[in-house]
């Protein structure tokens, strides 16, 4: 998907690190797409409009093309303009086509700490899960651990959702990656976990929408 394709009423997701362990996610609706950006309805955090300056901020950009697929452009820009008496923000990319997203399904932001039983590691790790979707889940991990971990290797992650409840994922690495601090890694599992599912619809009732009517066309 290029970012030029990213249509008006798309809803669009952006994860923002400021360099280290803070991240935060939001999410709005395209209002107006062309050469000059996208202009999306105000990310907003508690009723306050967020300004994303900073010489650390990280913006990395979600949307789902037609068919479904997911699409990440990473290292976004995003202002606030005024346009027709109203204010959006406006997002740029230096990336004219996106990535795939290789797990094949949305994949839903949580960033906590869960426990990681790797394949051929001895004892378990205890580090950041990144994401999770139906197919899969995403890890981060300090490289000061040295924690030797290939394409390939099986991962069971542990994890405890705000009521409580344990849920247990399994899944092979099939994504690796060096980030400026953290190395990632992506993991597909072998079937759907109901479990898994069940969380994502509870995370969902939950989800912040920040639309606006005024913003909608009449």
């Known amino acids: 998907m290029n970012f030029a394709d990213i249509s008006m009423g798309t809803k669009v997701q952006i994860t923002v690190n400021n360099g280290g362990d803070m991240q935060a996610k939001f ?53 606030t303009v005024r346009k027709d008496g109203l204010v959006y923000h406006r997002i740029v990319s230096s990336m004219t086509t996106g990535i795939e997203n290789r797990r094949g399904e949305k994949r839903t932001y949580v960033w906590q700490p869960a ?51 344990q849920i247990r994922m399994k899944g092979k690495i099939i994504r690796k990656e060096r980030t400026d601090q953290y190395i990632l890694y992506g993991c597909r599992s072998p ?10 619809a509870r995370l969902s009732l939950k989800r912040d929408e920040n639309d606006n009517e005024q913003y909608m066309p009449k």
């Open 115 to 165: 426990v990681f039983s790797i394949e051929g590691v001895v004892d378990q790790v205890f580090t950041t899960l990144k994401d999770v979707s139906p197919s899969g889940f995403a890890f981060v991990m300090d490289p000061k651990k040295r924690v030797q971990i290939t394409m390939g290797t099986g991962v069971t992650c542990t994890f405890n959702d705000r009521g409580g409840q």
């Open 27 to 79: 999410v709005s609706r395209v209002m107006q797409s062309g050469n000059k950006g996208l202009l999306v309805i105000p990310f907003m955090h508690k009723g306050v409009r967020v300004n994303f300056a900073g010489d650390n901020i990280r913006i990395h950009l979600q949307a789902t093309d037609a068919e479904g697929n997911n699409w990440t452009f990473k290292n976004c820009h995003i202002a």
């Open 191 to 200: 079937e759907q976990n109901q479990d898994v599912i069940d969380y994502l």
